[in-house]
């Protein structure tokens, strides 16, 4: 009689044939079968070498970061697709201006004072922003402390690190001993610094209360950062790259010290990565590939035309020390070339030697998958950026007005997440900084009551910025919908205005000085100032 077999045997030896076969492996419990998911597979084809650590925001990026930073760097200098991709995310973002329009919380304020209302957020509004320009265009650039940049240029290079390094650093100086007749109008000033300096004193491992040079409470809040006095590359700083200074990130009372923007990916992180990081092998790649196809290119250019000898390579060469028939032979040939020179329509054709063939080379560069190859290279790159295909290989052969219109549309979102996100971390705190200032000297219009900066500074330092236009890919029908959305009550003249980089006011101010000197002159007014019929032209203000 045939003895059975235990439950748990069965169950072994059905584990052990399906590890054998390479179907499956071992699942939590002892039950029989394949993993729950493909991605837990152990013993797959695809996922057998990938083994991953499992590691802390932290860990995998403090480590490395300087490598990472210094191959972007590398790949940006001396790659034409990845300095361009740059310089089209930063000029999209800050461009040629970044303009600031305060808007104070005026419904927050009124809990001081019933004065705060649209009328005075309108008067401080204006007042404050001239302030702001004064500082920020200032001719003499008081409000770098390197006296380099205006304050757009230098938000423009802090965006620039942000997007290759990961990180803007900055650090707000009190210079008292600048302000005087001819020379600053404020105190503050910016001081922009490399994000390589911030690091932990000498080199140390990271610790709970220390993080790539960002100094940590018992809650995890940075409450400073260690910085050199000199970055670590300076041949001539030696000793001051190895000091490090403590800078707080804020005074007592609140105002920024210290300004740390990064994106994070992940909670517990404190450290910024570039947005080449997840490419930057790829790139490579593609680089390698591309001066590769131009040396060759370039190759087959000088060298159209060669003539392809009887003789083995081998006995040439050894022919330079042989004094036999050979050689002999090769001083026949340079005779022979030398005393029959034949020239047809001034056009000079070589004449061979007995054994001897002209062979043309014919080009076979760029290779059949040479530009495909590149357009999935740079595609990467867009998908990592944020950017179109479009806008990255400056290739529109290929783009009709729908899709380059989706393709505006999705690269606009992550443009002006990037822009938005740059203002709260980075160009925010130093325009507190500044207002913090304005309203101390008396220069900014207060009602009765009115609470002092530090008390409702978040209400007081409300505001948008204006970058460049987004421009349109059809002009007409873009601003005939704008049109539509403003009478629909979709939209409104600012956001219409901001979009493209304008400031709403200074239009309609524009428009009612046109008005007035278009009647000035005796010129017809254009549709948009006649207004509709049996209505007053030119507004309240009309002359």
């Known amino acids: 009689m045939r003895r059975g077999r235990s439950a748990a045997q069965v169950v072994r030896s059905r584990s052990n044939k399906a590890q054998a076969s390479g179907s499956g492996g071992p699942v939590p419990g002892g039950l029989a079968g394949g993993f729950a998911y493909d991605a837990a597979n152990l013993f797959g084809q695809e996922t057998a070498e990938w083994q991953p650590w499992l590691r ?6 403090n480590y490395d970061r300087d490598r990472m930073v210094a191959r972007s760097r590398d790949l940006v200098r001396n790659d034409g697709w990845a300095t361009g991709g740059v310089t089209r995310i930063v000029d999209s973002a800050i461009g040629s201006q970044f303009r600031l329009v305060s808007k104070p919380d005026y419904r927050a304020l009124q809990a001081y004072s019933s004065s705060f209302d649209p009328i005075w957020a309108d008067e401080f509004g204006r007042a404050v922003e001239a302030e702001y320009r004064m500082w920020a265009d200032d001719t003499a650039k008081w409000a770098d402390a390197t006296r380099q940049l205006t304050m757009t240029q230098l938000y423009w290079l802090a965006l620039r690190h942000k997007v290759l390094d990961g990180e803007s650093l900055a650090v707000m100086l009190w210079t008292p001993e600048r302000v005087g007749l001819g020379a600053a109008r404020y105190a503050t000033t910016v001081q922009l610094l490399d994000p390589d300096r911030l690091s932990n004193p000498y080199q140390v491992m990271d610790s709970p209360q220390l993080r790539g040079g960002v100094v940590l409470d018992e809650i995890g809040a940075a409450t400073g950062y260690h910085i050199r006095r000199a970055h ?55 680089s390698r590939a591309d001066r590769a196809e131009l040396a060759q290119m370039l190759l087959q250019t000088i060298y159209a035309t060669v003539i392809q000898s009887p003789y083995d390579e081998t006995d040439v060469l050894n022919s330079q020390e042989d004094d036999g028939e050979l050689s002999a ?37 760029p290779s059949s998958g040479y530009v495909d190859f590149q357009n999935q290279v740079l595609r990467g790159f867009a998908a990592a950026s944020g950017l179109s295909a479009e806008q990255v290989s400056w290739d529109y052969s290929r783009t009709n007005y729908s899709s380059a219109r989706a393709a505006m549309l999705e690269a606009w979102k992550t443009l002006i997440r990037r822009r938005d996100n740059f203002a709260v971390g980075f160009a925010n705190p130093i325009w507190g900084c500044l207002l913090e200032e304005v309203m101390a000297n008396g220069r900014a219009p207060l ?24 421009g349109w890919v059809d002009p007409v029908a873009e601003r005939q919908g704008a049109v539509l959305g403003m009478e629909a009550g979709f939209g409104t003249l600012e956001q ?15 428009r009612q000085v046109e008005i007035r000197m278009m009647k000035d002159r005796g010129l017809p007014l254009p549709q948009w100032a006649a207004g509709p019929p049996n209505q007053p032209q030119g507004g309240r203000n009309d002359r």
């Open 329 to 365: 032979y090769q001083a026949l040939r340079t005779q022979h070339a030398a005393d029959n020179p034949i020239a047809i329509g001034g056009v000079r054709i070589p004449r061979l030697a007995p054994g001897e063939e002209l062979k043309a080379i014919t080009s076979t560069h």
């Open 232 to 286: 670590q590359g300076e041949a001539f700083a030696t000793v001051d790259s190895m000091v490090w200074d403590l800078f707080p990130r804020e005074t007592a009372w609140g105002r920024p010290v210290t300004i740390h923007d990064c994106d994070l990916d992940r909670r517990g992180q404190h450290r910024g990565v570039g947005i080449f990081t997840p490419v930057l092998a790829r790139l490579k790649m593609g």
């Open 496 to 510: 219409e205005c901001a979009e493209q980089g304008r400031d709403y006011e200074e239009n309609l101010d524009q």
């Open 56 to 61: 802390s925001p932290d860990a995998e990026i």
């Open 447 to 470: 009602p009765r009551g009115a609470p002092s900066f530090i008390e409702m500074k978040t209400a007081y330092m409300r505001c948008n910025w204006i970058g460049p236009a987004r």
